[in-house]
């Protein structure tokens, strides 16, 4: 599934107040290390951050932490996509709610997580 005609940025909504135990949560299932925020894998990029709208409302778009996902340049889609895949279904098996939104959503489990939180 090449050339996409979409962004392939990918926001992950995290209902976890600690942006450390969602770093950690990462590079246990990656096995990569962040530098600072940030940690560069051959398929994507990963920055966690904490989200600036925490708290304001009881959506998902105010959870307390963000990981923001981009596909490096040369990398195939297919093997992009099944990291991000990789990374929502490790946090829901680690009970730790997590919603995506992307350009991409409907390629994801569960609509990106937001069918396992739609009421």
Known sequence: MEDKDFDDYCKIFIKKDS???VMDM????TGGSFERR???LPH???DVLSNPDK???EDFVAWPVIIEVEKPGATRWDDYLEGVRAMLIYFW???TPA???CDFEDE???NGGISRIAK
């Open 19 to 21: 942006t450390i135990a």
């Open 44 to 46: 994507m990029v990963i």
């Open 55 to 57: 708290g304001l409302q």
């Open 26 to 29: 990462v590079s246990a299932l």
């Open 99 to 101: 919603v995506a939104a």
């Open 108 to 110: 994801l489990p569960w």
């Open 38 to 40: 940030t940690m560069d």
């Open 93 to 95: 098996e680690s009970e």
